[in-house]
């Protein structure tokens, strides 16, 4: 059974074991994809290098479906060496259309 997605949900401190723990799962390729919505996603790679994870974690972007809400997302992980697969189409930034280009494509992958 697939693991819920909290699109909303902000990590704050306290949440750094949580934040290691999907670095890891990415890194080991227990994650099918990651979706990115905000260019925030560059505290995550700050921490990850910092920690001594970034390497990782990039590499694990890199195996997986990644999606990213708009340019300015897709800028921000193309300059960390990660591949957008997915966009929104027709300029359409916001969450539901590019949870369902998510969706559509791993439907596609599992079909």
Do not use: C
């Amino acid at each position: 059974m697939p693991d819920p997605v909290l699109p909303y949900v902000y990590a704050s401190e306290v949440d750094d074991a949580r934040v290691i723990a999907v670095m890891d799962d990415i890194a080991a390729g227990r994650i099918d994809a990651s979706l990115r919505k905000h260019p925030r996603f560059v505290d995550s790679a700050t921490w990850a290098r910092i920690s001594g994870r970034q390497v990782e974690l990039v590499q694990g972007l890199q195996r997986i479906t990644v999606a990213a809400v708009g340019s300015v997302v897709a800028a921000e992980l193309e300059t960390l060496g990660v591949q957008v697969d997915i966009m929104p189409r027709e300029n359409a930034f916001f969450m539901k259309p590019l949870v369902r280009e998510l969706a559509a494509a791993l439907m596609k992958v599992t079909n």
